[in-house]
Antibody, heavy 123, light 107 residues
């Protein structure tokens, strides 16, 4: 049974950084894409980007370029998301999710999700 | 970037009724569309991928259809646990955008 367990809630000052972890268990880590999705209070889902551990390659959406860094540690099967220069609009629940692989080796959807990490940015 | 528009924003139905949710893409995404269900305080759960394939463990009352730009999620007979918010996500072009969601509420 695949499980993604995220780190706990954070309260940060504007201008600071936050690093959220996502530890995977129960499945192969390296070959999957790990995506990060955020959800501001009362709002919808926003896909931020993803990383493939085996290639150590990350892609971020344009609005986060320069502020967002995704990394992985294969030795501990953990994915990380670091967001810098935080502002109040970054207050949200941040989810990690795994892209499922089908029989032909294609990634098809976010099949497993972490429980979410609330990041509050406030002075 | 592909924009997904979901309708209606809110759908009010009674248990046992049939629910039909729509997701329209600003350009073709072929069949690369997924549906997720989210309940308050919980992470989203994958229901449907590749437009019409049910994810593991998803009940048969959930079905997806469509291709190109128009997609539908149908719940054949609503159970009390089905009242939630539903999101579509396109997996065709990066970035993999989500729709704004449809809230399915009890009438």
């Amino acid at each position: 049974q695949v499980q993604l367990v995220q780190s706990g809630a954070e309260v940060k000052k504007p201008g600071s950084s936050v690093k959220v972890s996502c530890k995977a268990s129960g499945g192969t880590f390296s070959s999957y894409v790990f995506s990060w999705v955020r959800q501001a209070p009362g709002q919808g889902l926003e896909w931020m980007g993803g990383i493939i551990p085996v290639f150590d390659t990350a892609n971020y959406i344009q609005k986060f370029q320069g502020r967002l860094t995704m990394t992985t540690d294969e030795s501990t099967s953990t994915a990380y998301m670091e967001l810098s220069s935080l502002r109040s609009e970054d207050t949200a629940v941040y989810y990690c999710a795994r892209d499922g692989l089908d029989g032909s080796g294609s990634y098809y959807a976010l099949d497993y999700w972490g429980q979410g990490t609330l990041v509050t940015v406030s002075s | 970037e592909i924009v997904l528009t979901q309708s209606p924003a809110t759908l009010s139905l009674s248990p046992g009724a049939r629910a039909t949710l729509s997701c329209r893409a600003s350009q073709s995404v072929s069949s690369s569309l997924a549906w997720y269900q989210q309940k308050p305080g919980q992470a989203p759960r994958l229901l449907i991928y590749d437009a019409s394939n049910r994810a593991t463990g998803i009940p048969g009352r959930f079905s997806g259809s469509g291709s190109g730009t128009d997609f539908t999620l149908t719940i054949s007979s609503l159970e009390p646990e089905d009242f939630a918010v539903y999101y579509c996500q396109q997996r065709s072009n990066w970035p993999y955008s989500f729709g704004q969601g449809t809230k399915l509420e009890i009438k």
